[in-house]
């Protein structure tokens, strides 16, 4: 479903659809469920997910995702490895039932129109496209511009 049929749905008094059998459509908007891909290293595929249920996609923006994900990275015990990257960048792995990339740290496509941008505190996170299920990738960027020109993996 295209962000403009969603925009539109959200209007109404449901923006969900139970008609649909897809679960990306069977949750309203401030009720998903996001998966947030933290990676720490692309070489070594040091990557560490966070779950955020009931999340707010029609009200909070990237810069709100970015700022809730860095504060669970900070305050979770299980994240602490994770601490010492810097992170700076936030891009749409995978819709819900969309195809995967083959690789398995990170969408090497849709550099473009996949990256959300953290600084606009105006454009909602359903705008991005982004729907139940969604996984979303955190990292820093210039360690994946740096893994996308030579994407060898060492582990």
Known sequence: MNSTKRLKMSTTFHDYDLEEPLT?????????VITIRVIK???YRNVKNIVLHDYDLADK????????VLNKIQNEGSFRPFRNVKFDT????THAHGSKTVNLV???DHDDDWTLDIEND????FEY???NETEISLFN???YLRFKENPEEKW
């Open 41 to 43: 290293s692309f070489p």
């Open 24 to 32: 990306s459509n069977a949750r309203p908007l401030k009720n998903s």
């Open 122 to 125: 105006k454009k909602k996170l």
């Open 61 to 68: 923006t990237a810069k709100d995702l970015f700022n809730d």
């Open 90 to 93: 936030l891009k749409i792995y």
């Open 129 to 131: 496209g982004i729907e």
């Open 106 to 108: 990170i969408n090497f």
């Open 141 to 143: 960027k210039e360690d």
